[in-house]
């Protein structure tokens, strides 16, 4: 059974660097293809693509947001994560983690529950 | 990027109508297009991938087509589970983007 799951704060500053973890089971991200990306979605709007890492390591990012943003992975723990720099107000949102699988299609397959961050002083 | 748009952005259907919704890519993106469906405070949930294909255990009244730049994704016949948001996504190449997402609610 393949799970993903987001963790991390639920309120942050203005100006301060966002941290959150995908935490997932059921797959690894050393087998050939795999990846695990980050989508967000601000109250009532539509969701937004940020990144993505792949198995070898090849990491993409949103332009928008490249500056800001950081993606890693664990294999040996199963985790991702994703490091936002200066959050703003705007940067409010529930924020998901996905798992993709290049060996059948880039769409993402599998869906954390989202967590919702709050950026607010 | 690639700029998607979808249509309507809001409908109002019954019980077993027919629903189909559009995508439209602002450049060929072969058959890179997958369809999401998203309730209410809940995650995502993929129901076509590569356009057309049908991600397991998607009730086989949802189908998609399309390549190139139109997509559409149709609902045989709508039922109650089935009002929700719905979202267009290209992996064609990145960053991905989705599109503005199509409203279905109860008429």
């Known amino acids: 059974q393949i799970t993903l799951k987001e963790s991390g704060p639920t309120l942050v500053k203005p100006t301060q660097t966002l941290t959150l973890t995908c935490t997932f089971s059921?797959?690894?991200?050393?087998?050939?293809?795999?990846?695990v990306g980050w989508i967000r979605q601000p109250p009532g709007k539509a969701l937004e693509w940020l990144a993505l890492i792949y198995w070898d390591d090849d990491k993409r990012y949103s332009p928008s947001l490249k500056s800001r943003l950081t993606i890693t992975k664990d294999t040996s723990k199963n985790q991702v994560v994703l490091t936002m720099t200066n959050m703003d107000p705007v940067d409010t949102a529930t924020y998901y983690c996905a798992l993709t699988n290049l060996n059948s299609s880039s769409d993402f397959f599998y869906w954390g529950q989202g967590t919702l961050v709050t950026v607010s002083s | 990027a690639i700029q998607m748009t979808q249509s309507p952005s809001s409908l109002s259907a019954s019980v077993g109508d027919r629903v189909t919704i559009t995508c439209r890519a602002s450049q060929g993106i072969r058959n890179d297009l997958g369809w999401y469906q998203q309730k209410p405070g809940k995650a995502p949930k993929l129901l076509i991938y590569a356009a057309s294909s049908l991600q397991s255990g998607v009730p086989s009244r949802f189908s998609g087509s399309g390549s190139g730049t139109d997509f559409t994704l149709t609902i045989s016949s709508l039922q109650p589970e089935d009002f929700a948001t719905y979202y267009c996504l290209q992996d064609y190449n990145y960053p991905f983007t989705f599109g503005p997402g199509t409203k279905v609610d109860i008429k």
């Open positions: 059921g797959f690894s991200l050393s087998t050939s293809g795999v990846g």
